[in-house]
């Protein structure tokens, strides 16, 4: 049997990586996850306490396509703690993940053939799900001295219908500050391009507050998830803001496409809001593995870093030392038993001389990784 053109998408090479770790493990080896961008951590305590009364409670069968109204109200009081708006909550949109969300939004804004500008380098899915989806990712090179993200000249002549950018972003941790960001709104805007604002590391931040797309205007379309900063990867929940003329829209393919997101994790979601001290205390661990990275990773020859605003990644620029990242990944996994992802993931351009390190994992992995990196940095 055919399977489709638009089938034809490129692997995700972080799980390629994980893979690689995983066989290594079962061979018997200890490995250090430098790959994978999820928390060590699991669920905060009150989540599970939560889910376990409701499921002795009752069948957790569907719940209304856009999600139990308590948890897209207390998603609504999220932006007024974290960023000073009063959201209506009929605005949120509870998602299977954000991935679950890029699905819905891309099928709400775009037709077939769209042209839609991500950030290169950037969160791979995104060109994947657009590929799938029949639409045409158009890679925007963004330079360093932007920090890596997109900035209105990158898509003046590119005849976009939509515009897709993160902050903190995937896999520099570089932020849009709120200048930067209105700026983009508003060329978005006059180019007749949708704005998305992938906002799935706020809240794992570390010298400023990051700016929601929100703050500059209403017609965007926000997509967050509780996989990062709530520490909930494997739960599948997230969420996304729509304009109010959307909302409607967005509930028609929701309905159909996923019925409703899993009632199970919508329950711990909303529990996991409040586990204030125990987010706060995952922060610190990452805010310690960050120090102790932007230390030891110089120290063990990749010079080429720039300290990251948010969510917990460097992405190194390792030009000196290879032409092929994938390559290098490899024997790093195999001579030092560190798992690391080839920038090639982020940036099919130049992204065979990029590493992204991750510091998302427990701090004695963070030291050993480093120690580890050291030695191997000091055969070569
Ligand atoms: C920038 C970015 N957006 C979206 C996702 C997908 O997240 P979720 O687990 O909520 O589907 C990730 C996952 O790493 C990511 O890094």
Redesign the pocket.
Do not use: E, F
């Given at each position: 049997m055919r399977t489709s053109r638009r089938s034809d998408v490129d692997p995700f090479i972080v799980m390629d990586v994980m893979e690689a770790a995983r066989a290594a493990e079962s061979a018997g080896r200890h490995i250090i996850h430098m790959e994978v961008?999820q928390p060590g951590t699991g669920a905060p305590q009150a989540a599970i306490r939560a889910l376990e009364r409701a499921m002795s409670d009752g069948p957790l069968g569907y719940t209304v396509a856009l999600g139990l109204p308590a948890l897209r109200a207390r998603i609504a009081r999220l932006y007024g703690d974290w960023y000073n708006i009063d959201l209506n909550p009929d605005r949120v949109i509870v998602t299977s993940?954000?991935?679950?969300g890029f699905i819905l939004a891309f099928n709400a804004l775009f037709d077939s053939g769209d042209r839609i500008g991500i950030g290169a380098p950037g969160?791979p899915?995104y060109r994947q799900i657009l590929t799938g989806l029949g639409l045409t990712p158009v890679d925007l090179q963004t330079a360093a001295a932007n920090r890596y993200q997109p900035v209105p000249d990158d898509f003046a002549d590119q005849d976009l219908q939509g515009l897709l950018v993160?902050s903190p972003?995937?896999p520099t941790g570089t932020m849009l500050d709120r200048a930067t960001m209105a700026h983009l709104v508003g060329a978005a805007k006059e180019a007749g391009a949708s704005f998305i604002s992938?906002e799935?590391?706020h809240g794992i931040e570390y010298e400023a507050k990051a700016i929601s797309a929100l703050n500059v205007s209403d017609d965007v379309y926000v997509i967050n998830?509780f996989?990062k900063y709530f520490s909930m990867?494997g739960w599948?929940a997230?969420w996304m803001v729509v304009p109010e003329d959307h909302i409607r829209v967005v509930e028609r393919l929701a309905q159909n496409m996923f019925i409703c997101p899993p009632h199970a994790s919508q329950v711990a979601a909303l529990a996991a809001m409040d586990a204030t001290g125990e987010l706060e205390a995952n922060l610190d661990v990452y805010r310690t593995n960050r120090a102790l990275m932007l230390e030891g990773l110089p120290k063990a020859g990749f010079t080429r870093i720039a300290p990251p605003d948010g969510a917990f990644y460097v992405y190194a620029d390792v030009s000196e030392l290879t032409n092929d990242s994938r390559a290098f990944a490899a024997q790093i996994l195999d001579v030092a038993g560190v798992a690391v992802t080839p920038g090639l993931d982020f940036d099919p351009v130049r992204g065979h001389q990029t590493l992204r390190f991750s510091y998302a994992r427990k701090t004695e992995d963070i030291v050993e990784g480093l120690s580890r990196l050291k030695d191997f940095m000091d055969q070569r």
């Open positions: 961008g993940g954000a991935s679950g969160y899915s993160a972003a995937n992938d799935i590391y998830s996989s990867t599948r997230g």
